[in-house]
Structures are given as structure tokens and as C-alpha cells.
């Protein structure tokens, strides 16, 4: 007599291995996938559908603003069963003890995170971070279980020119027979071909032309839909130009708000099949393309595999019935997931700012043309010549005033404080398309570096945004100066991430977001392009603590055009 296993699931089976469509019964027995037909069970599941448990190709949890236990417990229902996922926030505050700090989280959480060991940390020297992660640290972290390989590469010029310590840590992810990922957005020239040598991966596609040339160049093109950069549509065609195993379907970010009411990678694969997408073929790029890119034992159905499944009542719209991890059925429903998280606190230091801190002095007449940074969404800037005015009112010492916002083209002043306990040295500079009607907005949320940016209509709002956000400890705050209040998401975990729970957040989220469009916030991807808005390792211009950067150069320029 044969002994009962654990668990007998029947259904219509989507065979990624074979990219068919098998009416099947899987026999599970200790968490593991072991055969295939009718055996005796202690328990019988039925499903219209059943698909290996979800993949996440790229993302990074801190951008959901809470602990890797409470993502888990969002997307897991949704059949997310594993994600990829780049702590280089984490350790862009913290270094390599936060990302150590921050993984150990994940024992609390049914979900299998899998972390690429942080490149790029600083992301370049133009910025001041709080944390940096070398050659030696990467080759140690590259050593966790967790690690599956060497995180988005961002600093394309070092990689191109031969710098030595980039190459250190490419290196110790190939002797470690490990995946290095990219992170190569707008290339397309011969820069790729040498790119290629070195990378595997790219998710920062924008454009069908972009996608089509780094999957000719041999790269895995990872399809993004997340909650600030939607480029799936614009992507979609090249399933039928390519061969779609090299094709994965990554989020990048997802919003806490997303993740609780929508889940996480599963959107991307709707979205997909919406798009035409044969379903075998969608599932497969959120499934056995990831784990084959990253050598996971998981993300597909055949004996020797983790018994990860996904019970679906329907397949194209994802219509989740149950959700199995390692054998265990519906893993979260019982759960409740800790708010606390290993992550230290109390990295928001700077001392107290006032308004002249935050503004550009200027001896002479107005107006005066500046370098203004535009705000166009999906990350994207565009350079932009404006005129300002000199506010001459109460001018600095030496100086015959300061420039200030010119409302009437949208191009208001912005500041990046670094908060990192550091230099702590601000960057002035002006941002345009916002969209403000008066009040200000900020963050401690500002990748890579994560030091605290501020924009607002006055240098006065602005100073009231910054200051509150160093009284509590980081997060995203609005300030309306009609009501004389202010809004806020507190993020006390590295300034990062909130210590309340998911639905707390999700509320105080949604918060501040109303408050922002109430002072007229408009720009494509809401307050969350904010916190893009210091990240100098994509085009074209970007404000940094350290000065207005200009990316493609490399270098510093001056905001005042002489």
C-alpha cells in the first residue's frame, strides 16, 4: 500500500517548462513536488488552473516603505511566493550591517526573498550616503544564502573605463557563479556591446527600440511595471521579436498602497496577458525565466522542485482561490507579521536649517537664467533653461539677494540636505513641472543616497518640511500653508521604512498623497518622483547635496547660467 502524502493539488497545470497547458495531479509530500498522477492523500485541493508561485525579477522592498514580514503578508495571497529583491537602499543609509540587518527580517515571512548583494553603494561619488559597501564587504554579502547575485550595476562609466574596484566586485559574483545585474537606461550605442561583456540583466527599458537592442547585445530584458515606471505596454511587442525565455516581468517599486490592495509581480502578469500575451507565456516570465536567471530551484511545477503554487478559479484575471509555499497552504492567512524590524532608527542627522540655508545667493539685478531640473515622470528629466527672480527683500550679507520660485513657468526651488550625520552640506538647485501652488513637499526617501530633499513655492515652506522631517526621524511630509498643517508618513526605520502596521502606512500614504495634489501637486508619478529626483545615475540633470549634477558628464555644473 502506498503511504498518503501530504497533499494531492488537481488542475488544469501551466506548464512552463513545456509552455503547455497539462491536466494534472501533483502529489506533495514534505514540501516538495514529488510526482505526478492520483496518489493517496491527507488532503485533496482542486483548481481550474495552477501555476508555479510567482517571481519577482527586480525589485526593492524598501520602496513599499515597510519591513520585508509585512510585504510578504501583502503579496503572498496574490501568488507572489518569491521576490528579487536590491537592499542598496538599505545599505545606501546603513552599509553592509543593514543589509544584514534588514535580510534577517525575512525569517518572519512565508515569502522567499532573495537579495542581489548591493553594487553600488554609493551609486557614485557625486553624492554623500550614509553607508558605502566595497569590494571586500560585496564579496562577504555575496556569501549569505540569500544572495543571488551582484546587484543593479550603476555606475556605467566606471564599468566601461576599467575602474578597479567595480570590477573587484563583477569579479567575485562570477567566482561565486553568480548573476550580475545591470542597470543601463538609454543605452543603446556601442557602450552596450561593452556592457554586455560584463552584465547580464536590464530592467530599465523605456522604449521598444531600447529593449530590442540590450536583448540582441545578450542581455535578460526584465518588462517593468511598477508603481512609478509603467513600461510594459511600450515593451510588450518584443514577445513577438525575441525569444521570450530571455523575457522576465519585474515592479522595481510598488507602492505600500499597491501591494496591500493589489499585490505585487501578479499585476504584471494580468497586465501582460491583457496585452495579448499568450498566458503560458506571461506566466513563464514571472516564473521559470527568473528562476533559471538566477539559478532558483523554484518557479516551476516537475518533481524535486519546492511545492510553490498558485490555486487559480481563473487565469486571466489571476483570480487566486489558494496559495502554496514549500507545501503549506495559504501560509499568511493566520499570520500576523511584526512591525519591528532589525533596521536601526535615528539616521536622520542634521542640524536645524533656516531659510537661507536652502537658497542661492546672487549678487546683481534679476532675473536671472538658471539650470533648472524638469520633472517629465517614469525618473525621467529633462534640462531646462529658466529665469528666476532675486528676492532683494532681506538680501545675505555681501549679497544683493536670493533667487527664488518663478510660479508662473512652474520652477520652484529645491534642496537636497545630506542626513547622513556627514558633511552635511545642502544642495540648491530648482525643479520644474511640480506643478505647486504654494506650500512645499520632502522626503528622507531620495534615492540612491537617501539624504532629505525638499521642493516648495517658498523657502520658508521649505525649511518647515525639512525641519519636521528631521524632528521625526524621517519619512514624507506636505506642508499646506493655508491650513498652517502639516501632513506625514512618518519612516523611522533608516528613514526608510515605517514601523506601523501595513494598513497604518497604506492610510498615512494615501495621506499625504491628497495632501500633495491639494496644493497642486501634478507631476506624472505623484510624490513618489520626488523621491527620484537626486538620483544622478540617470538622465539628464539631478540635484544632489553636493550640487546640480550633470549625468551624462559625469560632473558638476552651476545652476546660475553665466
Not at 491527507?42 to 508561485?53: D, F, H, I, K, N
Not at 542597470?183 to 556592457?195: E, K, N
Not at 517593468?224 to 523575457?247: C, M
Not at 526621524?473 to 506642508?479: M, S
Request: aromatic content about 4%; some cysteine; proline content about 6%.
Amino acid at each position: 500500500m502506498i503511504d498518503p502524502v501530504d497533499l494531492l493539488v488537481k488542475g488544469t497545470v501551466v506548464d512552463v517548462t513545456t509552455g503547455s497547458f497539462e491536466d494534472r495531479a501533483i502529489a506533495v509530500d514534505d514540501g516538495e513536488i514529488v510526482g505526478f498522477g492520483e496518489h493517496p492523500a491527507s488532503r485533496v485541493l482542486e483548481a481550474a488552473y495552477v501555476t508555479p508561485g510567482l517571481i519577482d525579477a527586480h525589485t526593492h522592498i524598501e520602496a513599499s516603505m515597510v519591513t520585508i514580514p509585512q510585504y510578504g503578508e501583502a503579496v503572498v495571497p496574490h501568488g507572489v511566493t518569491s521576490v528579487i529583491h536590491d537592499p542598496h537602499e538599505i545599505a545606501n543609509v546603513l552599509g553592509p550591517a543593514g543589509v544584514r540587518n534588514f535580510g534577517a527580517d525575512a525569517d518572519s515571512t512565508p515569502l522567499k526573498p532573495r537579495m542581489t548583494v548591493p553594487s553600488s553603494v554609493p551609486a557614485t561619488p557625486l553624492q554623500d550616503a550614509g553607508g558605502s559597501v566595497d569590494a571586500a564587504a560585496v564579496d562577504d554579502l555575496l556569501a549569505v544564502d540569500q544572495a543571488v547575485a551582484l546587484g543593479e550595476v550603476m555606475d556605467l562609466p566606471a564599468v566601461l573605463n576599467g575602474d578597479e574596484e567595480i570590477h573587484t566586485k563583477i569579479t567575485a559574483a562570477r567566482d561565486h557563479g553568480l548573476t550580475v545585474d545591470g542597470h543601463i537606461p538609454g543605452v543603446t550605442d556601442a557602450s552596450l556591446q561593452d556592457l554586455a561583456r560584463y552584465l547580464d540583466t536590464d530592467h530599465e527599458s523605456v522604449t521598444l527600440d531600447e529593449a530590442r537592442a540590450k536583448a540582441d547585445a545578450g542581455f535578460r530584458v526584465y518588462l517593468r511595471e511598477g508603481s512609478t515606471s509603467k513600461n510594459l505596454e511600450a515593451l510588450v511587442d518584443i514577445v513577438e521579436e525575441v525569444d521570450t525565455r530571455r523575457l522576465s516581468l519585474c515592479t522595481d517599486d510598488r507602492s505600500v498602497v499597491d501591494i496591500l490592495e493589489n499585490g505585487g509581480i501578479n499585476e504584471a502578469v494580468q497586465k501582460a496577458m491583457e496585452l495579448g500575451v499568450a498566458p503560458v507565456t506571461a506566466v513563464q516570465m514571472a516564473t521559470l525565466n527568473t528562476a533559471e536567471a538566477y539559478d532558483l530551484p523554484f518557479g516551476r511545477i516537475e518533481p524535486g522542485a519546492p511545492a510553490d503554487l498558485v490555486l487559480l478559479s481563473e487565469l486571466e484575471s489571476w483570480s487566486v482561490e489558494h496559495v502554496i509555499i514549500d507545501g503549506v497552504v495559504d501560509p499568511t492567512a493566520d499570520s500576523t507579521p511584526p512591525n519591528r524590524s532589525a533596521v536601526a532608527t535615528d539616521t536622520v542627522t542634521f542640524d536645524p536649517v533656516d531659510p537661507s540655508d536652502l537658497a542661492i545667493e546672487h549678487t546683481g539685478s534679476g532675473p536671472v537664467e538658471v539650470r533648472v531640473e524638469s520633472a517629465i515622470g517614469s525618473f525621467r528629466t529633462e534640462r531646462r533653461i529658466a529665469t528666476v527672480p532675486v528676492d532683494t527683500s532681506d538680501p545675505p550679507a555681501g549679497t544683493d539677494g536670493v533667487l527664488v520660485s518663478n510660479c508662473e513657468a512652474d520652477v520652484l526651488p529645491m534642496a537636497v540636505i545630506e542626513r547622513h550625520g556627514g558633511p552635511g552640506n545642502v544642495g540648491c538647485g530648482f525643479v520644474h513641472n511640480l506643478g505647486l501652488e504654494r506650500g512645499a513637499i520632502g522626503t528622507t526617501v531620495a534615492h540612491d543616497a537617501h539624504n532629505c530633499i525638499v521642493a516648495g513655492v517658498s523657502h520658508t515652506a521649505i525649511v518647515t518640511v525639512a525641519n519636521h522631517l528631521r524632528e521625526v526621524d524621517g519619512g514624507i511630509a506636505v506642508f499646506d500653508p493655508v491650513s498652517d498643517a502639516l501632513t506625514t508618513l512618518p519612516l523611522p526605520v533608516a528613514g526608510l521604512i515605517s514601523d506601523a502596521p501595513i494598513d497604518e502606512t497604506a492610510n498615512s500614504f494615501e495621506a499625504v498623497v491628497e495632501a500633495a495634489a491639494d496644493i497642486g501637486l501634478s507631476v506624472p508619478g505623484g510624490i513618489l518622483e520626488l523621491t527620484y529626483l537626486a538620483l544622478e545615475v540617470i538622465p539628464t540633470d539631478r540635484l544632489t547635496n553636493n550640487g546640480l549634477v550633470d549625468v551624462e558628464a559625469g560632473e558638476y555644473v552651476d545652476v546660475v547660467v553665466e
